[in-house]
């Protein structure tokens, strides 16, 4: 596994402390080496070094066990790449790792960089020859996966150049989270589900990713980017064509991906003239988080004083097709919320007919499905129930599921799980090239309208829960943003 990137915080946060959890589980193949790339000069002892600080920092299984760790850093190495003649050291590298651990030509490429390296990146390993003789070759592709339709084409153009579609992975971590996973599992694995899992009987579906941080220090990506290219284009897509999706004749990973295009291509298009009626910009002003007094978006360090990025989105969406026709999709993500969670909600329709009185039920709220991604990862169900007094009186109660409380185990890193079925081959979590092109086809027309001007950015303070536009948004129909 060649890591490019290798310095940089992505490496240190995710990509090894999942490789060692990966080795203490014994997931890892026998025959199996890291090949850390980056411009910075360096030992491989120097880098194994930082490492060990990076794992006893950020991995989810502390203490480090430093048997285990001492084991697995053995398979480390490390190439400095300050130039592109440097990839001609890394390939010597790699011949001799085939040799000395049997890899047989099998290498995985991680592209761990900022997307400006990606193609000089993937350019070098064809010109150099970084692909083995013999075995198999992959690369996993970080987002942002381009800027927009036409960079994300041309991206995918650049790797076509030396890999095919089947080898390229590009890699949403959304989609290796437990109870993302587990939404299928959910629809395709219980029989009750799916039957009333149609417009039929679903009144709306709403989809948050609520973030309390600011940008942290990503001033220069995020002033760029903004919300719509960051979370919603990517993550909230995904999440989307999930809960949307037909069932797939199988789960395989071309089955699953068949089915989540279907849903994308479904999508109702937003136009530049409709951007001001169905979606809500906002950037947050000072506030507080826990207590603590914040800035805000243009004070950060780094950003604009007059900048126009949005860190809050609200959408309503349609999807055209037989089972949802006219069942609306909210979806809202944003930075300085008041509180950090991401989850789906299932809200069904109310009983067709009220046989108890409203004196009765007084507290009920409609049934509600809600899948919480993260940071508690579970499902919860709301029923309505008589309460245990005398005379009659209903109550909605919930039904909950926690992953820890009911199989005491800790949910594996959705980098550990998307590391080892790339190492495997299993492309079921990764998105294809037309999930991405229809995912860009889908917000390209919004964005084109919002600097068109046709939607003012609102403000919202740091610790609310967006703009009053948002509320607006959604307040038209009657209904109101779940309050996670």
Same mark, same amino acid.
């Given at each position: 596994?060649?890591?490019?990137?290798?310095?940089?915080?992505?490496?240190?946060?995710?990509?090894?402390?999942? *490789?060692?959890?990966?080795?203490?589980?014994?997931?890892?193949?026998?025959?199996?080496?890291?090949?850390?790339?980056?411009?910075?000069?360096?030992?491989?002892? &120097?880098?194994?070094?930082?490492?060990?600080?990076?794992?006893?920092?950020?991995?989810?299984?502390?203490?480090?066990? %430093? &048997?285990?760790?001492?084991?697995?850093?053995?398979?480390?190495?490390?190439?400095?790449?300050?130039?592109? !003649?440097?990839?001609?050291?890394?390939?010597?590298?790699?011949?001799?790792?085939?040799?000395?651990?049997?890899?047989?030509?099998?290498?995985?490429?991680?592209?761990?960089?900022?997307?400006?390296?990606?193609?000089?990146?993937?350019?070098?390993?064809?010109?150099?020859?970084?692909?083995? +003789?013999?075995?198999?070759?992959?690369?996993?592709?970080?987002?942002?996966?381009?800027?927009?339709?036409?960079?994300?084409?041309?991206?995918? !153009?650049?790797?076509?150049?030396? @890999?095919?579609?089947?080898?390229?992975?590009?890699?949403?971590?959304?989609?290796?989270?437990?109870?993302?996973?587990?939404?299928?599992?959910? =629809?395709?694995?219980?029989?009750?589900?799916?039957?009333?899992?149609?417009?039929?009987?679903?009144?709306?579906?709403?989809?948050?990713?609520?973030?309390?941080?600011?940008? +942290? +220090?990503?001033?220069?990506?995020?002033?760029?980017?903004?919300?719509?290219?960051?979370?919603?284009?990517?993550?909230?897509?995904?999440?989307?064509?999930?809960?949307?999706?037909?069932?797939?004749?199988?789960?395989?990973?071309?089955?699953?991906?068949?089915?989540?295009?279907?849903?994308?291509?479904?999508?109702?298009?937003?136009?530049?003239?409709?951007?001001?009626?169905?979606?809500?910009?906002?950037?947050?002003?000072?506030?507080?988080?826990?207590?603590?007094?914040?800035?805000?978006?243009?004070?950060?360090?780094?950003?604009?004083? #007059?900048?126009?990025?949005?860190? @809050?989105?609200?959408?309503?969406?349609?999807?055209?097709?037989?089972?949802? +026709?006219?069942?609306?999709?909210?979806?809202?993500?944003?930075?300085? *919320?008041?509180?950090?969670?991401?989850?789906?909600?299932?809200?069904? =329709?109310?009983?067709?007919?009220?046989? @108890?009185?409203? %004196?009765?039920?007084?507290?009920?709220?409609?049934?509600?499905?809600?899948?919480?991604?993260?940071?508690?990862?579970?499902?919860?169900?709301?029923?309505?129930?008589?309460?245990?007094?005398?005379?009659? !009186?209903?109550?909605?109660?919930?039904?909950?599921?926690?992953?820890?409380?009911?199989?005491?185990? #800790?949910?594996?890193?959705?980098?550990?799980?998307?590391?080892?079925?790339?190492?495997?081959?299993?492309?079921? *979590? @990764?998105?294809?090239?037309?999930?991405? &092109?229809?995912?860009?086809?889908?917000?390209?027309?919004?964005?084109?309208?919002?600097?068109?001007?046709?939607?003012?950015?609102?403000?919202?303070?740091?610790?609310?829960?967006?703009?009053?536009?948002?509320?607006? *948004?959604?307040?038209?129909?009657?209904?109101?943003?779940? =309050?996670?």
């Amino acid at each position: 596994m060649v890591i490019f990137g290798a310095s940089g915080d992505l490496t240190a946060r995710k990509l090894i402390p999942a *490789l060692y959890n990966l080795a203490l589980q014994r997931l890892l193949p026998a025959s199996f080496a890291v090949i850390g790339s980056a411009r910075r000069q360096m030992t491989a002892h &120097e880098f194994r070094a930082e490492l060990h600080d990076a794992v006893a920092e950020h991995s989810r299984t502390r203490p480090i066990n %430093e &048997e285990v760790w001492a084991a697995f850093a053995r398979s480390i190495d490390y190439v400095a790449t300050p130039s592109e !003649s440097a990839y001609d050291d890394l390939r010597q590298v790699l011949t001799r790792k085939d040799v000395e651990i049997g890899a047989n030509g099998n290498r995985l490429f991680y592209l761990a960089t900022p997307p400006a390296a990606y193609e000089p990146i993937i350019r070098a390993i064809g010109a150099h020859g970084l692909r083995g +003789e013999t075995g198999w070759s992959r690369i996993v592709v970080e987002k942002p996966y381009g800027h927009d339709l036409q960079s994300a084409m041309q991206l995918t !153009s650049v790797v076509h150049e030396v @890999f095919r579609e089947d080898e390229v992975f590009r890699i949403d971590h959304y989609l290796g989270k437990e109870t993302v996973q587990n939404i299928l599992v959910l =629809r395709f694995a219980n029989a009750i589900f799916e039957p009333i899992w149609t417009r039929q009987y679903v009144d709306h579906v709403q989809i948050t990713a609520a973030e309390t941080i600011g940008i +942290e +220090e990503r001033a220069g990506y995020y002033d760029s980017a903004g919300a719509m290219r960051d979370i919603v284009q990517n993550h909230l897509l995904q999440l989307l064509a999930l809960v949307g999706m037909e069932p797939p004749a199988a789960f395989d990973d071309r089955s699953v991906r068949d089915e989540k295009v279907k849903i994308l291509r479904a999508l109702r298009p937003i136009t530049p003239h409709e951007v001001g009626s169905l979606t809500v910009r906002g950037q947050y002003g000072p506030g507080f988080i826990a207590g603590e007094r914040v800035v805000g978006y243009r004070k950060e360090p780094g950003v604009a004083p #007059d900048s126009n990025t949005e860190t @809050f989105v609200a959408l309503k969406c349609f999807v055209d097709n037989w089972r949802w +026709e006219g069942t609306p999709f909210y979806i809202r993500t944003g930075k300085r *919320l008041p509180k950090r969670t991401t989850e789906i909600a299932i809200r069904f =329709r109310v009983a067709p007919h009220r046989i @108890f009185t409203r %004196e009765t039920s007084t507290e009920l709220e409609p049934n509600e499905l809600v899948l919480r991604i993260q940071p508690d990862e579970g499902i919860s169900l709301t029923i309505a129930a008589k309460v245990p007094v005398q005379g009659f !009186s209903i109550r909605s109660v919930n039904m909950d599921f926690g992953y820890g409380a009911s199989f005491m185990v #800790d949910a594996p890193d959705a980098y550990e799980t998307l590391i080892l079925d790339a190492l495997r081959g299993d492309a079921t *979590l @990764f998105t294809r090239r037309d999930e991405v &092109e229809q995912q860009w086809s889908f917000v390209d027309p919004i964005i084109a309208g919002w600097h068109e001007g046709r939607q003012e950015l609102a403000t919202y303070p740091a610790g609310s829960w967006g703009p009053e536009q948002a509320e607006a *948004l959604i307040a038209r129909d009657g209904r109101k943003w779940r =309050r996670p």
